[in-house]
């Protein structure tokens, strides 16, 4: 999908990655294209979903989820059901906000905000009684969130050089 991607589409990408609000006629200054260009690439792009989702990203402090814990799942027996019914069940709990199936000594990692330690075990036995499956949770509480984003680099070729902010 990246091979459709040129150096502007980069460009628009990497502006509208730290902030989703920039206007086309913003963009189109900032990197040279007139507007009507950069609006038919971003609606090209929101269209094959290489722009997936355009959001606001809330300090969870402010709302009173001040908590963050890193949950790492084992299941009973790992299968492709159990973790989709996983993924299913977790889909109504937004207070799991990322799951990741990985490898190694656990099958899941799960990124969860909390008011506190007692809504996180209360969430926690939720889903054990919910999924039977999940054999453990290993629970790891965030003491400080030293980088949280989800940028994700858009360079040509792997090139993996750091961008200006």
């Known amino acids: 999908m990246t091979d459709a991607l040129d150096s ?4 628009i990408l990497n502006i509208v990655q730290r ?13 040279g294209l007139s507007t009507s260009a950069v609006q038919k690439r971003l609606k090209r792009m929101r269209t094959e979903k290489i722009i997936s989702a355009e959001i606001a990203v809330v300090d969870r402090a402010a ?3 001040p908590m963050t814990f890193i949950a790492a799942i084992e299941i009973e027996r790992e299968n492709y059901e159990t973790v989709a019914r996983f993924r299913e069940w977790s889909k109504a709990h937004d207070e799991i906000q990322q799951i990741y199936y990985v490898t190694g000594s656990v099958d899941l990692i799960a990124i969860i905000t909390a008011h506190d330690v007692e809504a996180y075990d209360r969430l926690s036995a939720r889903i054990m009684q919910s999924n039977p499956m999940i054999r453990r949770i290993n629970t790891n509480v965030v003491l400080s969130a030293v980088k949280v984003g989800l940028f994700v680099p858009v360079d040509k070729d792997g090139d993996d050089e750091p961008s200006a902010t």
């Open 8 to 11: 502007f589409d980069r460009k």
């Open 63 to 65: 709302v009173g989820r």
């Open 19 to 31: 902030d989703c609000t920039a206007t086309a006629d913003a963009i189109a200054e900032r990197i």
